[in-house]
């Protein structure tokens, strides 16, 4: 995928995961590359803005593999954001196929 394309679209990506159920960082990066390839390195800092802009709230949890594992759970805020931008992702995608509908017509 177009790394353009796949920036645009990952925070919404995240958003509907986490929205699914609560998830910690890795579990995510996982579940996120089942649609666009993604690394912890991506993830993280997404993770970190969402939290700082009140989209996400934390909690722990412990693990018996390890360390306890930050788990990220949707607010409010962050229930309102995803149907914003679920919103927007579809006016946009609906615009985009229908140029390239009119397009196709005219080769």
Do not use: H
């Not at 609560?22 to 993604?38: A, N, P, Q, R, W």
């Not at 802009?53 to 930050?70: A, D, I, N």
């Not at 229930?79 to 615009?95: D, G, H, M, T």
């Amino acid at each position: 995928m177009n790394s353009q394309f796949k920036k645009g679209v990952l925070e919404l990506i995240v958003l509907l995961s986490v929205n699914k159920r609560d998830m910690y960082g890795y579990e995510l990066v996982l579940e996120v590359s089942k649609v666009v390839d993604v690394n912890e390195g991506t993830i993280y800092p997404l993770l970190k803005r969402l939290t700082n802009e009140k989209y996400f709230e934390t909690y722990l949890v412990e693990s018996t593999e390890g360390p306890s594992r930050k788990y990220y759970k949707i607010t409010v805020l962050g229930k309102s954001r995803l149907e914003e931008l679920k919103e927007v992702w579809i006016n946009f995608s609906n615009a985009v196929s229908e140029f390239i509908k009119e397009c196709e017509k005219n080769e």
